[in-house]
């Protein structure tokens, strides 16, 4: 008797169901493409998930926020999951995917083999233990989003592990021989504080911390920022092979640090906080790293990242951790600032001799001293929905991954801002008849009206630094006239949702993630940005004068909208916009226009 095997035929094959590929998994489906979601775990989100609770990161800077399906992913658990629970946190990612029509999603699916037709791959292969099933999935363009690269030994596509050597690319690193070291992986510690005293007892195989041993790594549990990230090892060994022998150290060295915070007499207010989850899966932060037509190095992101096929954008510190981890007798890490946001080009996003892989994620083309950077998960994310795209144009022209960087980057860029994606530097292309449109708004018309089409979707320093939002009277109609009638096939709504979350509750750290590490009594309750508009309605009129009710909703909790537009010649597009989540008479958007 032999395993049963499922055979699936899709256009898009996406290993690695974390945020990125998570991303670009749902930003093909969109597209029209049919698209396969293979993931190893139970759960989605990655380094984001219930199994390893490390908080979305990214861009650091004003107004750098990473928007796009990510935001979209932030925005609804805002909604719906306003104490930071993370089963509630499980469920809208998994929903996110599963109610894709366009997507297959297979979980509990470890790949493990790939065929390959020349420099190409044409199938792989994953054994699910759950059903103890195979299941083999064809397709004409797969993505290895699993952070670990598997598809890198198993097709042959080109890698890199390790440290380069400083001279290699000229990076400003210490690192004077190229190694194999990386950074290390973790298991994290949630605790609460609770009313009553509470005892804890480790396990026998626990290891005993001291006060000299956390000299560099003090546990502050009075700070929201506490998540214990530096409990980290593995870097001076193999951080894929040794995985199951680091994580057991891990474990030793987590219920540690539960045991010092409880007993050792050294943590103010111990025998009021108490252990509520120790994870058992580490959080990887470096392993393979793909190699693409570009290698992205430290100079590329210390200069802005100037590339012309910017798909993506990091902003995250270069923070390069110790290959010994938590054993490391120094600073756990090493951070330089980065110029936030810098711009991350297509061609690190694809293999450069197997012609059929895309990669995003912490694996993608870029030099160890870069990667300290770009391997933060909202950075990810964005990456992930490039990808994406970029398959989804692929299967629309019957293009390779390098045949859309030759042939259609810029449409490739003006997916990613209509999706709203923000490229730095970049302008949202207007549709001549939009330009061309009569633009109106009932009563009196603010100032910076035609701010509405002219492209830029935030308050951005890169743009001037002036404030683009238009704000409108509630319940009073901008109105896009045309002249003869026209065809149309979108509108596009982008609303102002506080990137910089100053309208949430809590401190910096409380407002700028949608999760939490510890709890406290006093760890609030969050809403959505009370700035973002609540309900609107968008309305046309025909050439023939009918007019039509396109959409709306009481309950907008999008901060960018594409919305379909009847098929026919329209004398009129209107926009009307009631509340905001926060009240008040007036609301703001960036952008409003048709195409």
Not at 312 to 324: I, K, N, S, T, V
Not at 574 to 586: C, E, I, K, N
Request: some cysteine; hydrophobic content about 35%; overall charge negative.
């Amino acid at each position: 008797m032999s395993f049963p095997t499922i055979e699936h035929n899709v256009d898009f094959c996406v290993v690695g169901g974390g945020l990125a590929g998570m991303c670009a998994a749902v930003a093909a489906a969109r597209g029209g493409s049919r698209v396969a979601l293979v993931h190893d775990r139970p759960v989605l989100g990655g380094n984001a998930s219930s199994e390893i609770r490390m908080w979305i990161c990214g861009a650091q800077g004003d107004n750098d926020r990473e928007t796009g399906l990510l935001e979209e992913i932030e925005l609804a658990s805002l909604h719906l999951n306003p104490d930071k629970l993370y089963p509630v946190w499980d469920a809208i990612l998994y929903e996110k995917v599963r109610c894709e029509p366009n997507i297959t999603l297979l979980l509990n699916c470890s790949v493990f083999d790939a065929a390959m037709d020349g420099d190409r791959i044409t199938s792989v292969t994953g054994w699910q233990g759950t059903a103890q099933r195979m299941h083999r999935i064809r397709a004409s363009l797969f993505a290895d989003c699993s952070g670990d690269s598997v598809l890198a030994p198993l097709t042959g596509a080109a890698y890199r592990v390790g440290r380069e050597a400083a001279s290699e690319f000229g990076e400003k690193t210490s690192q004077q021989a190229a190694d194999r070291q990386t950074m290390g992986m973790s298991c994290l510690i949630q605790m609460r504080k609770t009313d009553r005293p509470t005892r804890f007892v480790p396990p026998v195989w626990a290891k005993k911390l001291t006060e000299e041993d956390l000299r560099l790594r003090t546990p502050h549990m009075e700070s929201s920022g506490e998540n214990f990230w530096y409990l980290e090892l593995g870097g001076n060994r193999d951080s894929i092979h040794d995985t199951e022998e680091t994580r057991d150290e891990l474990l030793a060295l987590a219920y540690g640090m539960a045991d010092y915070i409880k007993n050792s007499g050294n943590v103010p207010d111990a025998d009021y906080w108490e252990p509520t989850w120790i994870g058992f899966l580490p959080g990887k932060r470096e392993s393979r790293r793909m190699v693409g037509p570009v290698i992205v190095t430290q100079g590329d992101v210390l200069s802005g990242g100037r590339f012309p096929d910017v798909v993506a954008y990091g902003g995250w510190p270069l923070d390069d951790h110790h290959p010994d981890g938590f054993y490391h007798a120094g600073n756990p890490n090493l951070c330089g600032e980065t110029p936030s946001p810098y711009g991350i080009p297509y061609r690190a996003l694809y293999s450069v001799n197997v012609s059929n892989l895309f990669f995003a994620g912490r694996n993608i083309s870029v030099t160890h001293a870069a990667l300290s950077s770009t391997r933060v998960m909202a950075t990810c994310a964005l990456l992930g929905q490039a990808v994406g795209t970029a398959a989804d144009i692929a299967r629309e022209y019957g293009l390779s991954p390098n045949g859309v960087y030759e042939e259609k980057i810029d449409l490739l860029q003006q997916r990613l801002m209509d999706d709203g994606c923000f490229l730095p530097c970049h302008t949202r292309k207007i549709a001549a008849v939009c330009r061309d449109a009569a633009l109106s708004c009932e009563g009196e018309a603010p100032e910076n009206l035609e701010n509405l089409r002219g492209g830029i979707d935030r308050n951005h320093r890169l743009y001037g630094g002036e404030d683009r939002r238009v704000t409108l009277p509630l319940g009073k109609a901008v109105t896009y006239a045309f002249d003869p009638p026209a065809k149309l096939r979108f509108a596009r709504l982008r609303f102002d949702a506080d990137l910089n979350r100053d309208t949430l509750p809590g401190d910096d750290t409380e407002r700028k993630h949608v999760m939490r590490a510890n709890r406290a009594p006093d760890s609030p309750s969050t809403h959505l940005p009370t700035t973002l508009v609540k309900s609107y309605a968008l309305t046309a009129v025909t050439a023939a004068g009918d007019r039509i009710a396109v959409a709306g909703t009481d309950e907008n909790i999008l901060g960018c909208v594409n919305i379909p537009l009847p098929d026919a010649p329209l004398a009129s597009v209107s926009l009307t916009l009631f509340s905001t989540w926060g009240g008040g008479p007036t609301a703001a958007l960036f952008a409003f226009d048709v195409r």
